[in-house]
């Protein structure tokens, strides 16, 4: 335990920052390109100059760790390192950038072969293999170190103080090294040079050592020179990341291997504006947008008219576009307290938003209405008899907008159509925070399942599609009947899935909604029985749902005696 201290923590602490200098330009090359005027030939001629440094100097590197061994030939070359971290911290051209940066990589050229020498040293060959696996780790501590972490000091201190700070602790592991690491006498001490290039030749006219070194500069130096650089520009140029993004997707391949979730979570969003209260009166709030959004995103919203957007506007808004995006027919999606009240799809926007409105005009009064097409004036006029906080379509034509600049608090906005999704969904708890991929699974017609001894007429699998879509945009526990491309009841956030069957079949009677012959879609399976005997009752005559239940025998039977189609998803659409 004592060598352990002594020896391995010493020189892992300049393993670490050797790491760090190599892949930290990834996170700083924006700000490097910005305060330089750096052009990507620049850039890469930069951060070549470490590897370039690094790689020269390992054969004198060698005749050093021979002669004067490990714990004085680091300890010097670390010092150089201090230097050349200071020299890029108060660089002001390229040149003093190179320098520095040559500087560095000369400084830790020493960090894997030196500890290598030193083990060799002072343990016993059979502790060799792990010590060198623990040092391995520690470098791609120091990697990940480059990476989320960087981003988050340079927020800090900037990328200048970033170098600063490593020069200071290239000093610390210089001095930890020199005079905590004992001295131990070499074997082979006093070896001349002639014969240690005589060693060298023999090493490189054998066959067998370029069969193994070609190929592996090939492969390492690829991975070095994309994960050491050329990873950062292109996530910002190509794929529109910010820095914190690009420190999240470095974090995740810190061990080579690219991880979904990344250890260290980096989140940026820019301020779009102030609101003027959150939720709640009382509650204070603003609207942050992603720094690159997905395509189609609410963020991306142009407003053309209206008052100013609510908290709880945009909330719902963004309910009601995600929703009406899913069908590729002409549709219209009503949302009231983030939850579809109204859905359908029709040949025009105007009678799918006729048919949406029928199935709940109560709930529709002050809701956020979605439309996947260019609001024309049919539309406009339809929609102008009730109230509404906020109209969403991808375009709004100018004799719509001329009706609806009747209703001058009316907020209409327009966000171009576009379906691609959100890589993850954010919740937030006490202290921490949920990431989940998004809810994208769209099932199609060959992965449905008939287990009921009826099975579906070719309208009903249509209306059944329909429902199914609907219901992955209904809060738990969702029940939705469809009839036709038009909702006619939704029953929404119960506790007990037979209550939400229930609410949905008691708003298609208020609204005076026949569901004889409706279908069904329910989020998550049927636990028990109850909710098949209601929806029957009411009129349903065919159900989609995942299934999957300990009791879906039951379930089924009860389809089967009250002659109702059931078809099983396999796939669940909670929504909390």
């Known amino acids: 335990m004592n060598a352990v201290l002594v020896v391995f923590l010493p020189f892992a602490a300049g393993y670490f920052l050797s790491f760090f200098f190599r892949n930290v330009n990834a996170i700083i090359s924006r700000d490097l390109a910005h305060d330089f005027a750096l052009s990507p030939a620049d850039l890469g001629f930069l951060t070549s100059m470490y590897l370039l440094a690094f790689a020269a100097f390992q054969l004198p590197l060698g005749v050093l760790l021979d002669r004067y061994g490990p714990r004085r030939t680091v300890a010097a070359l670390l010092w150089l390192a201090a230097g050349g971290a200071l020299v890029f911290a108060l660089a002001r051209d390229l040149a003093m950038l190179s320098i520095g940066r040559a500087l560095i990589g000369l400084g830790v050229s020493a960090g894997l072969m030196g500890a290598i020498k030193a083990f060799s040293l002072w343990f016993p060959l059979g502790r060799l293999a792990t010590l060198n696996g623990l040092y391995l780790a520690v470098g791609g501590l120091g990697a990940l170190a480059a990476t989320a972490p960087a981003e988050a000091l340079v927020a800090v201190v900037g990328w200048r103080g970033v170098f600063g700070i490593c020069a200071a602790l290239a000093v610390a592991a210089a001095l930890l090294v020199f005079f905590v690491v004992p001295e131990k006498p070499l074997p082979g001490h006093g070896e001349t040079l002639a014969a240690q290039a005589a060693g060298f030749r023999r090493i490189f006219a054998m066959s067998a050592f370029w069969r193994i070194v070609l190929p592996y500069v090939f492969a390492q130096g690829t991975y070095l020179s994309l994960q050491g650089l050329w990873l950062g520009p292109w996530l910002y140029d190509v794929a529109g990341a910010n820095r914190a993004a690009v420190a999240n997707y470095l974090t995740s391949i810190g061990d080579g291997v690219r991880a979904e979730y990344p250890e260290v979570l980096t ?26 959004p997905v395509p189609g995103a609410l963020a991306n919203y142009r407003q053309v008219q209206g008052k100013e957007l609510s908290y709880n506007n945009i909330a719902d808004a963004d309910a009601s576009w995600e929703c009406v995006k899913q069908f590729s027919e002409p549709a219209c999606v009503i949302i009231k307290h983030a939850n579809p009240c109204g859905v359908a799809v029709a040949a025009t926007l105007h009678a799918a938003y006729e048919r949406a409105f029928a199935t709940d005009p109560v709930s529709a009064f002050g809701g956020i209405i979605g439309f996947n097409r260019a609001l024309d004036a ?19 034509e100018s004799d719509a907008l001329g009706i609806l600049a009747g209703k001058a608090n009316l907020r209409v906005l327009e966000v171009p159509l576009a379906r691609e999704p959100q890589a993850h969904d954010y919740k937030r708890i006490g202290g921490g925070l949920l990431v989940q991929s998004a809810d994208t699974r769209m099932v199609e017609r060959r992965e449905l399942r008939v287990v009921t001894r009826k099975a ?19 809060k738990s526990n969702a029940i939705v009947f469809a009839r036709e491309g038009a909702t006619v009841g939704i029953g929404a956030g119960q506790m007990s899935r037979v209550d939400s069957v229930r609410i949905a079949a008691l708003k298609a009677s208020s609204a005076k909604l026949s569901l004889r012959g409706a279908v069904v879609a329910s989020d998550a399976f049927f636990p028990f029985r109850d909710g098949v005997d209601v929806l029957a009752e009411a009129g349903a005559a065919a159900v989609i749902q995942p299934g999957g239940s300990v009791r879906d025998d039951e379930v089924i039977a009860a389809a089967d005696e009250h002659g109702i189609a059931m078809v099983f998803t396999g796939v669940r659409h909670f929504r909390h």
């Open 456 to 474: 579906p007429s070719d309208a009903q699998w249509a209306d059944l599609a329909f429902a199914w879509r609907v219901a992955k945009f209904v």
């Open 267 to 292: 989140l940026q969003f820019r301020k779009l504006q102030d609101l003027r209260y959150g939720e709640n009166p009382h509650q204070s709030a603003a609207f942050y947008r992603d720094a690159a």
């Open 378 to 396: 049919a539309a406009a006029r339809g929609l102008s008899q009730q109230f509404a906080e906020v109209i969403i379509a991808p375009r709004v």
